[in-house]
């Protein structure tokens, strides 16, 4: 009974060769989706600097009285 039980499981796994190639096939996607995630970040960093500058620089010509507080709101 031991030996069925055996030869049924071995029907349903996977040789190892198969096994090596999808742990590697899943390595790949994983540092793939790593390197995008990674350029996804970078793009919504250097966007955020960029609105940031935009405020600061609408901040200090509000505080130099150059935008009054509706235009400063508005922009």
């Known amino acids: 009974m031991t030996e069925q039980v055996k030869e ?34 970078q793009a919504l960093r250097v966007r955020l600097e960029a609105i940031t500058a935009r405020l600061n620089r609408l901040t200090e010509a509000y505080l130099a009285e150059a935008l009054e507080l509706g235009e400063y709101q508005q922009r």
């Open 8 to 41: 049924l499981t071995d029907s349903f796994t996977l040789p190892d060769t198969w096994r090596d190639k999808f742990l590697d096939k899943l390595e790949t996607e994983d540092a793939e989706s790593r390197q995008v995630s990674e350029q996804q970040a």
